[in-house]
Nanobody, 123 residues
């Protein structure tokens, strides 16, 4: 299993920006597909964005398309989620997942998870 550590969360006003980081362990981290999910209180974990393999295709949930951008720096073993034009409904704990075994938008597909980072957007 790959070890993941998220960082970069915080409190921001609506319309602001944050960049989340997901640092992975191991020399093979660069080949893993990595996804960001989020979970708000009382709600299920939902897909946000995914990057497939070592920098290939990217996919986004409709709710974040054109506002969020996922990227990776393989030299740093890190995947980023740049979040712009944040809205109060983006408030959640954000998790990164890796080592995918199924569909990229299905949280059940990922076998490794970080501890999560809180994002709070005030109105």
């Amino acid at each position: 299993q790959v070890q993941l550590v998220e960082s970069g969360g915080g409190l921001v006003q609506a319309g602001g920006s944050l960049r989340l980081s997901c640092a992975g362990s191991g020399r093979t981290f660069a080949i893993y597909s990595v996804a960001w999910f989020r979970q708000a209180p009382g709600k299920e974990r939902e897909f946000v964005a995914a990057i497939i393999g070592s920098g290939g295709n990217t996919y986004y949930a409709d709710s974040v398309k054109d506002r969020f951008s996922i990227s990776r720096d393989n030299a740093k073993n890190t995947v980023y989620l740049q979040m712009n034009s944040l809205k109060p409904e983006d408030t959640a704990v954000y998790y990164c997942g890796a080592d995918r075994r199924g569909g990229y938008s299905d949280s059940q597909s990922y076998t490794s998870w970080g501890q999560g980072t809180q994002v709070t957007v005030s109105s």
